[in-house]
């Protein structure tokens, strides 16, 4: 069976797009798995997820990033929006990572609030370039918005009642 150059760079692309994605995703890791016990010391409000949620919800949600990202760079359509669109799935990639910094590793649900709310103008605005060449790779953003919406209303509640 012979593999056409076209779906050898496909899958090349897809398997760059997931190692980038799950590399953020380990930063976020590390960053924030030596404070879990200070986090253990936070009052939690009562809509907290159990931790054991987190995981599961992020892996996914990484994965469908890597997906949209693959799709859209895949999707006919300018030049400049899928370069726009690219620098702007880099900065909320970035943005995610900086969340972790600024509220597990300085231990600050404050300065964690501020960056989530700009990796909320972040996400959206990578949804909008996103759908101009692929409204599936914009689709596939979609529940990433929804749960850092979520998180961001989580890391308001922690903030509020430890300040």
Do not use: H
Not at 28 to 53: H, Q
Not at 83 to 92: E, H, R, S, T, V
Request: net charge positive; with cysteine.
């Amino acid at each position: 069976m012979t593999v056409s150059v076209e779906t050898r760079q496909a899958l090349i692309a897809l398997l760059a797009a997931l190692a980038i994605c799950f590399g953020a995703y380990a930063i976020g890791g590390l960053l924030t798995e030596p404070n879990l016990p200070w986090y253990e010391t936070l009052e939690r409000p009562g809509f907290a997820p159990p931790n054991s949620v987190f995981p599961v919800v992020w892996t996914i949600l990484y994965a469908m990033m890597a997906v949209a990202a693959w799709q859209f760079w895949r999707a006919e359509g300018r030049s400049e929006d899928r370069k726009l669109g690219l620098i702007w799935f880099g900065i909320q990639l970035v943005l995610n990572v900086a969340w972790s910094f600024f509220f597990f590793w300085l231990r600050s649900p404050a300065s964690g609030l501020m960056v989530s709310l700009l990796l909320l103008v972040a996400i959206t605005a990578t949804i909008v370039v996103f759908v101009r060449s692929s409204r599936g790779a914009a689709l596939l953003l979609l529940p990433y918005l929804l749960w850092v919406c979520f998180a961001a209303g989580l890391n308001f509640a922690f903030w509020f009642l430890n300040r």
